[in-house]
Structures are given as structure tokens and as C-alpha cells.
């Protein structure tokens, strides 16, 4: 079956840096997305990979191995606008997404 | 400001109801989906619209229906709404072809049913 694994929770201090992990089980492979939502609001794209390897953007960076099905999001110099659910999709043989159920980031002070 | 507009933006109404969320984008985009959002649960396709003039069934289809009559509007309909259809619905569209799949969501419709 398609699965998608991530925490459900993280918390982490202001200014500090965070990595979220997901796995992921699709038949066939179009794609790693992260989008982040916060609370109330609709999910807004932040990343995408569909090579090996690290893509950097600013203060979010986003990594995937596609051998081990495997792909994660770093956020650095966290700021409190940061606190949010952090989802990670993956794109199957058909183009759908796939998604995990979120992380939620608690930023403290 | 171009986007996706859903319709309403919350809502109550009673088991056994009819209703229908509203949903229009101004991108030209040629797919259109929708989604709905449990807690604990990720998002999950209830229908999309690769184009207009065609509909295709997701992960989660029953009780819902969909049309595509054009370009701009996809709207959902719930025929005969039950309690389990208690949910946060994501209205989506992508520019079909391109490669990276990304998607612009709506604001989202908060639906109770009693």
C-alpha cells in the first residue's frame, strides 16, 4: 500500500534549528513535497524534490534519498512564525499526492 | 489577486441535508481537486478534474459528487450529508503539465453536520 510516516509533534526553541523526518511507500514516484499550514489556514508549498540530494531556500532546506525512501526538512534560525503543521506528500505513478498527516512544530521561546 | 475561493467558509446543517461547497479559481489552471482534512489524518482526495468536462474519483469518493462545466468552478455536493462528513474541505488546482505538481489550496470550508 502507499503510506506516508511523519511525527506527529516537535517542539524546538527559538533560534535553534529543527528536522523533521517522513517516509515514505508510493507506487511509483513523481516527487517529495513539504507545504506548511498554520493553524486554521490551507497549506502553502515550501519544497519540492525529485532528485538525491539537498535543495536549500533560504532558511528551509529539504533533503531526499529515493533508495531509502526517505526525505526530510530542516528549518534553521527558528522564529516563532515558524509554529506550524509541516506536511509532507509524496507524488505517485499518477501524479497524485499522497499525503502524511503532519507535523505540528511548537516553537518556545 | 488570483486564487481559489471556496464557499462557505463554515457551515452547520442537519444530518440528511443537501448542500454544496462552492469552489473558483482564476489561474486557468486545468486540474482541480478536492480534499478533506481529519485531525490525525492526512489529506485525503475526495474527487478531482484533470479538465473540464471531466471528473475522476479519489481515496475517499462516497457521498460526495462533483461536476467540472468549466474552466473556473468545481463545485462539491454532498447529496445527503451524514455526521462522518464532519470535516475541513481543501478546494486545489495545479497548472496540468507541470512537473513539480504544485498545488494552490483554498482558504478551506469548515463543515459540521448534526
Known amino acids: 500500500g502507499q503510506n506516508i510516516d511523519q511525527p506527529t509533534e516537535m517542539t524546538a526553541t527559538e533560534g535553534a534549528i529543527v528536522q523533521i523526518n517522513c517516509t515514505y511507500q508510493t507506487s511509483g514516484f513523481n516527487g517529495l513535497f513539504w507545504y506548511q499550514q498554520h493553524a486554521g489556514e490551507a497549506p502553502t508549498f515550501l519544497s519540492y524534490n525529485v532528485l538525491d540530494g539537498l535543495e536549500e531556500k533560504g532558511r528551509f532546506s529539504s533533503f531526499l534519498s529515493r533508495s531509502k525512501g526517505y526525505s526530510y526538512l530542516l528549518l534553521k534560525e527558528l522564529q516563532m512564525k515558524d509554529s506550524a503543521s509541516y506536511l509532507c506528500?509524496?507524488?505517485?505513478?499518477?501524479?497524485?499526492?499522497?499525503w502524511g498527516a503532519g507535523t505540528k512544530l511548537i516553537i518556545k521561546p | 489577486i488570483a486564487g481559489i475561493t471556496q464557499a462557505p467558509t463554515s457551515q452547520i446543517l442537519a444530518a440528511g441535508r443537501r448542500m454544496t461547497l462552492r469552489c473558483t479559481q482564476d489561474?486557468?489552471?486545468?486540474?482541480m481537486y478536492w480534499y478533506r482534512q481529519d485531525l490525525g489524518l492526512g489529506l485525503r482526495l475526495i474527487h478531482y478534474?484533470?479538465?473540464?468536462?471531466?471528473?475522476g474519483k479519489g481515496e475517499v469518493p462516497d457521498g460526495y459528487s462533483v461536476s467540472r462545466a468549466n474552466t473556473d468552478d468545481f463545485p462539491l455536493t454532498l447529496a445527503s450529508a451524514v455526521p462522518s462528513q464532519t470535516s475541513v474541505y481543501f478546494c486545489?488546482?495545479?497548472?496540468?503539465?507541470?512537473?513539480?505538481?504544485?498545488?494552490?489550496f483554498g482558504a478551506g470550508s469548515r463543515l459540521t453536520v448534526l
Open positions: 506528500a509524496a507524488g505517485d505513478s499518477n501524479y497524485q499526492l499522497i
Open positions: 478534474s484533470n479538465t473540464a468536462g471531466t471528473t
Open positions: 486545489a488546482s495545479r497548472e496540468q503539465g507541470s512537473g513539480a505538481n504544485v498545488l494552490t
Open positions: 489561474m486557468r489552471h486545468n486540474a
